[in-house]
C-alpha cells in the first residue's frame, strides 16, 4: 500500500508539473501564447495539448501533431481515472446511505454501482437536452470539483496523520493552499453560472461548494476534539 501510495502521489505531482510547464512555457513564441490566452477563461484543454506538445516534439524530434495526440490521450486517461474515482466513491455513499437509512437494497455493491452509474449518465445525457452533449455543459465544474477532491483527500490524510500522532504539516500546509483556491474559483464559477443564467450548473456549484465546506467543518471539529483530548 505504502509502495503503491507514494508512487501514485509522485505520478500526480510529475504530471502536474508537466502540465503547469506546458501551459505556460511550452509555446514556441509569444503570438501563440497571446492566441491561446486571449482572456482570463481561456486556455484549458487547448493549452496544455498544444503547449505540451511543443515540449515534447522540440525534446523527442516527434512530430508536433504525433504529440499532440499523445498528450490529448493523457489528458482522456487522466479524466477516465478521475471519473472511476468518483463513481467509485459515489458507490461507498449509496452503500452508506443503505445502513444509515435500513435500506437494505443499497447496501449491496451491485445496486449501490448501478445507482452510482445511472446518476452519472442522467448528468452526462440529460444535461445537455436532445443532443446528449451534458458531459461538455458539465466539463466547467472539472477543474474545481478535482481540486476539492485533492483538498479533501489531503485533510482526511491530515486527521489520520494526527491521530497517528505524527507530523502532519507537510499535508496541511498544502491542504489549506489548494482548498483556498478551488472555493475561491467555485465561487467565482457561482457567480459567472449566475450572470449566464446557467442554472443547471449553478445549483451543481452550490451542492458541491456546501459539501466540501461540510466536511472541511467536520475534519476541523474532529481535530478539535483531537486535540483537546
Given at each position: 500500500?505504502?509502495?503503491?501510495g507514494?508512487?501514485g502521489?509522485?505520478?500526480?505531482?510529475?504530471?502536474?508539473?508537466?502540465?503547469?510547464?506546458?501551459?505556460?512555457?511550452?509555446?514556441?513564441?509569444?503570438?501563440?501564447?497571446?492566441?491561446?490566452?486571449?482572456?482570463?477563461?481561456?486556455?484549458?484543454?487547448t493549452?496544455?495539448?498544444?503547449?505540451?506538445?511543443?515540449?515534447?516534439?522540440?525534446?523527442?524530434?516527434?512530430?508536433?501533431?504525433?504529440?499532440?495526440?499523445?498528450?490529448?490521450?493523457?489528458?482522456?486517461?487522466?479524466?477516465?481515472?478521475?471519473?472511476?474515482?468518483?463513481?467509485?466513491?459515489?458507490?461507498?455513499?449509496?452503500?452508506?446511505?443503505?445502513t444509515?437509512?435500513?435500506?437494505?437494497?443499497?447496501?449491496?455493491?451491485?445496486?449501490?454501482?448501478?445507482?452510482a452509474?445511472?446518476?452519472?449518465?442522467?448528468?452526462?445525457?440529460?444535461?445537455?437536452?436532445?443532443?446528449?452533449?451534458?458531459?461538455?455543459?458539465?466539463?466547467?465544474?472539472?477543474?474545481?470539483?478535482?481540486?476539492?477532491?485533492?483538498?479533501?483527500?489531503?485533510?482526511?490524510?491530515?486527521?489520520?496523520?494526527?491521530?497517528?500522532?505524527?507530523?502532519?504539516?507537510?499535508?496541511?500546509?498544502p491542504?489549506?493552499?489548494?482548498?483556498?483556491?478551488?472555493?475561491?474559483?467555485?465561487?467565482?464559477?457561482?457567480?459567472?453560472?449566475?450572470?449566464?443564467?446557467?442554472?443547471?450548473?449553478?445549483?451543481l456549484?452550490?451542492?458541491?461548494?456546501?459539501?466540501?465546506?461540510?466536511?472541511?467543518?467536520?475534519?476541523?471539529?474532529?481535530?478539535?476534539?483531537?486535540?483537546?483530548?
Amino acid at each position: 500500500a505504502r509502495f503503491v501510495g507514494y508512487l501514485g502521489s509522485t505520478g500526480e505531482g510529475v504530471l502536474a508539473l508537466a502540465a503547469i510547464i506546458a501551459t505556460t512555457a511550452g509555446f514556441a513564441s509569444l503570438g501563440e501564447w497571446r492566441a491561446i490566452y486571449t482572456n482570463f477563461e481561456g486556455g484549458g484543454l487547448t493549452a496544455f495539448v498544444q503547449g505540451g506538445a511543443t515540449i515534447v516534439s522540440d525534446g523527442s524530434g516527434l512530430p508536433h501533431e504525433t504529440a499532440a495526440t499523445l498528450l490529448t490521450v493523457m489528458a482522456v486517461l487522466f479524466a477516465g481515472t478521475t471519473m472511476d474515482t468518483g463513481v467509485r466513491l459515489q458507490r461507498y455513499i449509496v452503500q452508506e446511505w443503505g445502513t444509515i437509512y435500513g435500506i437494505s437494497g443499497l447496501r449491496n455493491s451491485y445496486v449501490a454501482t448501478f445507482v452510482a452509474v445511472a446518476a452519472c449518465l442522467t448528468l452526462a445525457f440529460g444535461a445537455g437536452g436532445a443532443d446528449l452533449s451534458g458531459g461538455m455543459v458539465l466539463w466547467p465544474l472539472f477543474g474545481t470539483t478535482n481540486q476539492l477532491l485533492a483538498s479533501l483527500t489531503l485533510l482526511v490524510i491530515s486527521i489520520v496523520l494526527v491521530r497517528a500522532g505524527r507530523p502532519a504539516r507537510y499535508t496541511m500546509i498544502p491542504m489549506v493552499f489548494v482548498s483556498t483556491a478551488a472555493l475561491l474559483a467555485a465561487l467565482y464559477q457561482l457567480w459567472n453560472f449566475f450572470q449566464t443564467a446557467q442554472y443547471l450548473l449553478l445549483a451543481l456549484d452550490v451542492v458541491i461548494v456546501v459539501s466540501a465546506v461540510f466536511v472541511m467543518l467536520e475534519a476541523i471539529s474532529a481535530l478539535g476534539r483531537r486535540t483537546s483530548a
